[in-house]
T-cell receptor, first 111, second 116 residues
Framework: DAKTTQPNSMESNEEEPVHLPCNHS???????IHWYRQLPSQGPEYVIH???SNVNNRMASLAIAEDRKSSTLILHRATLRDAAVYYC????????????FGKGTLLTVNP | GAVVSQHPSRVICKSGTSVKIECRSL??????MFWYRQFPKQSLMLMAT?????????EQGVEKDKFLINHASLTLSTLTVTSAHPEDSSFYIC????????????FGEGSWLTVV
């Protein structure tokens, strides 16, 4: 799987937007960009995924660069419950559905 | 989103015994399930891919005879840690592929294994 690069940690304030960056310069044309988050002692939670176009759902938005070499997960109004490790993962578009986790970004939300 | 449930959430076993962890997809059929292990302050490490009705595919370095995986139905996969040792103590997490929409992968809540 192509590799992603994320900052080790980020900090935000409650009720402010958060932009979590992810670089994936070696992405291939069929790789999907997935975001998951993990709270302590819990399994990862699906957040959002996309291929080329920007995506929105009730949890977040995913902005994908035109060249697809980077993407940004946007939390529109951070809450204390958004504090977690956020993982940006590339998954190939074939029948291999394996997700390979990197170290992710630890997001701290300040009250 | 779809629900994946693991049981037990916590288990303590004695060294040398075997322990089984179940992973169920509650509201969808999962032809493919995955098992991960996570040590404290580390990321998830994929152990194996489990396809319903066939043998699991193990990642390099994972002992298939120690970590037995069975995926006998479209909603249940089990991981059995055989002859457990203290170094097997970890957080074990399963995930399942929901066919539609978009083949999204959903994760269970994880199972803490402590071997004493």
């Amino acid at each position: 799987d192509a590799k992603t690069t994320q900052p080790n940690s980020m900090e935000s304030n409650e009720e402010e937007p958060v932009h979590l960056p992810c670089n994936h310069s070696t992405i291939s044309g069929t790789d999907y960009i997935h975001w998951y988050r993990q709270l302590p002692s819990q399994g990862p939670e699906y957040v959002i995924h996309g291929l080329t176009s920007n995506v929105n759902n009730r949890m977040a938005s995913l902005a994908i660069a035109e060249d697809r070499k980077s993407s940004t997960l946007i939390l529109h109004r951070a809450t204390l419950r958004d504090a977690a490790v956020y993982y940006c993962i590339l998954r190939s578009g074939g029948s291999n559905y394996k997700l390979t986790f990197g170290k992710g970004t630890l997001l701290t939300v300040n009250p | 989103g779809a629900v994946v449930s693991q049981h037990p959430s916590r288990v303590i076993c004695k060294s040398g015994t075997s322990v089984k962890i179940e992973c169920r997809s509650l509201d969808f059929q999962a032809t493919t399930m995955f098992w991960y292990r996570q040590f404290p302050k580390q990321s998830l490490m994929l152990m194996a891919t489990s396809n319903e009705g066939s043998k699991a595919t193990y990642e390099q370095g994972v002992e298939k005879d120690k970590f037995l995986i069975n995926h006998a139905s479209l909603t249940l996969s089990t991981l059995t840690v055989t002859s457990a040792h203290p170094e097997d103590s970890s957080f074990y997490i399963c995930s399942a592929r929901a066919g539609t929409p978009g083949n999204t992968i959903y994760f269970g809540e994880g199972s803490w294994l402590t071997v004493v």
